[in-house]
């Protein structure tokens, strides 16, 4: 909890350093504010406790899963500090950031759907912005105006859910919600047995608002162009942050609040996931630009995930949590290099990354490791989350799904070469990489093989 | 009194319009007055929930989706503008230009 109070101030820090000249100081007060608050996420690791008059619910699945967020947003704020620097709006852009990584704590912690709806809307507003944040390209614009449309259009679903499911339950609380079996209104028409039939149509919409937020086939078209088109940190970002908040979102919602009904909704999450899996890795592979390809690979993550979290419900926390550590780390690795050869080069076509072995042999092999993680190569990370999402769909009697899920991540294996056997053949020219980033790069290739070797210290839930 | 099901009807024949709205009209700013009409059925529908079931909680939270409401359309609109002075055009078929 007080890491919100850290982050929010940050964030409120950041837009009155603009007032009184403070600029120069934003990137270390920002790097320092989310180191401190993921430490204090470590001090609050015994206190599990309810907020606001339990509104906010901090247990260990949710402390978790903010840690993750704020050492996920230190390496990103890290790796995108070109973005920030040398720019008028830097000050606005931090605080939107910090708003983005308070939603995002926001749609972990919450135990009532307000706390829901405002996480969810604090950090799409200020994402709105920040994909657009690169006002000369149109790209960017159209990809904000894009992710703006799809993203309301989304909430409406999802408050539509939460409005029935208030009217059949009483209540906004996840605990009194999950523990109804009463109605609490009766006439002609919903009867007065039972659980009125709109309660599931709400549980059903609350799907398909939630569905539209982790990117799932079929809800998924915004993501790709949104994710190619805005600028390539805050791609970066929305591909480990925003993905984190939204499927932990999506597991206290459909694990915690509606875990009576996990048997019928595990067929609707399984029908998400093989649409997810076949329709993301097919498309990954006819693209030529590595981001808008890292980009379905984001798509095609959600769909491990689902298998893992359909096949056992809220258990899966801690299979989730590792993948999404070990994706997160993977793809922060990606981008950095990503970052590195779009700023010399202009774009990030598979052509730029010709010759990279060659001629700058770090970021090549930091971007080897990233695609192997990426693709479920032992011994790094990836694979063991992979790993652990097969073994627990197997373990639960999904024999089939986990045959078809092993199969495209084979496919997964080819358009991640790509640019692997690209890297490996020509000659390429030198790039320039910063002392700041060639650190960066060290230490993400050294937490990528160390979540590989021993996984367990990822897994803490 | 009129009972609670006429007003689940009708709110879910407002989100249904503003549904479809959304999916069939091509000019933005329709658009956004679709979503907000969609918005405007689920604050209809928790209201009639609130007073149905004597709790004010549904009316708070209505008053949150409004000012929540206001925020987005303040930012899209902004956004959409970045849009018109760059196209001279608020028609999303414009929006093709990532595909593929």
């Known amino acids: ?461 | 009194m009129i009972p609670i099901d006429n007003y689940i009807w009708l709110s879910t024949v407002l989100f249904s319009i503003g549904v479809l709205g959304v999916l069939y009209r091509r000019n933005a700013i329709i658009i956004f007055a679709c979503i907000e009409l969609m918005l405007n059925a689920v604050n209809l529908l928790m209201v009639s929930f609130s007073n149905t079931l004597n709790d004010s909680r549904g009316q708070v939270f209505v008053f949150f989706i409004m000012a929540v409401a206001a925020a987005e359309v303040a930012v899209g609109l902004a956004i959409l503008v970045m849009m018109y002075r760059k196209t001279k055009s608020v028609d999303i078929d414009i929006l093709n230009r990532l595909k593929g």
Not at chain 1, 106 to 119: D, P, Q
Not at chain 1, 364 to 391: D, E, R
């Open chain 1, 1 to 461: 909890m007080n890491a919100l109070y850290v982050i929010c101030g940050i964030g409120i820090f950041a837009l009155l350093a603009e007032i009184f000249s403070l600029k120069k100081w934003i990137s270390y007060v920002a790097l320092l504010g989310l180191a401190a608050a993921a430490a204090l996420i470590i001090a609050d690791w015994r206190s599990i406790s309810y907020y606001f008059h339990g509104m906010m619910y901090f247990d260990r699945v949710a402390l978790a899963f903010s840690g993750l967020i704020l050492v996920v947003s230190f390496f990103w704020y890290w790796m995108s500090s070109d973005f920030f620097k040398g720019d008028e709006h830097v000050a606005d852009k931090s605080s939107l950031t910090f708003f983005v990584v308070a939603g995002a704590i926001m749609m972990v912690a919450f135990n009532n759907m307000a706390i829901l709806f405002l996480g969810i809307e604090i950090l799409s507003i200020s994402l709105y912005v920040l994909a657009g944040s690169n006002k000369q390209n149109l790209f960017s614009t159209e990809a904000s105006f894009k992710y703006f449309l799809m993203g309301s259009f989304a909430t409406g679903f999802l408050l539509f859910g939460i409005a029935l499911v208030y009217g059949a339950t009483g209540s906004f609380n996840i605990t009194v919600i999950s523990n109804n079996t009463t109605p609490v209104l009766s006439s002609a028409a919903i009867g007065t047995q039972g659980i009125p039939r709109f309660y599931f149509i709400g549980m059903l919409l609350m799907m398909v608002g939630l569905a539209f937020k982790i990117s799932a086939v079929p809800f998924h078209q915004w993501a790709p162009d949104v994710y190619d088109g805005a600028p390539t940190p805050i791609s970066s970002f929305m591909l480990t942050v925003v993905k984190i908040a939204a499927f932990s979102a999506f597991i206290k919602i459909f694990a915690v609040c509606f875990y009576r009904y996990q048997p019928t909704l595990q067929m609707l999450e399984q029908g998400l996931m093989v649409l997810t899996l076949v329709v993301a890795n097919v498309a990954a592979v006819a693209q030529t630009s590595v981001k808008r390809m890292l980009a379905f690979s984001g798509v095609s993550q959600v769909g491990y995930l689902l298998l893992a979290f359909s096949s056992d419900g809220a258990k899966s926390a801690g299979v989730v949590f590792y993948y999404l550590a070990a994706y997160s780390a993977a793809t922060l690795l990606a981008f950095t290099v990503i970052k590195i050869v779009e700023s010399a080069t202009g774009d990030s076509s598979v052509d730029k990354f010709r010759g990279l072995f060659k001629s700058n042999p770090l970021v090549a092999v930091a971007m080897a490791i990233a695609l192997f993680s990426l693709a479920g190569i032992p011994p790094l990370a990836g694979f063991f989350g992979k790993y652990l999402v097969f073994t627990l769909a197997l373990s639960n009697g999904f024999l089939v799904l986990t045959v078809l899920a092993v199969i495209t991540s084979l496919v997964g294996v080819y358009y991640y070469f790509k640019p692997l056997i690209a890297m490996t053949q020509g000659e390429g020219k030198i790039l320039l990489v910063s002392v700041s980033d060639r650190y960066l790069l060290l230490i993400l290739i050294a937490i990528n093989l160390l979540m590989g070797i021993f996984p367990d210290i990822v897994r803490v839930i």
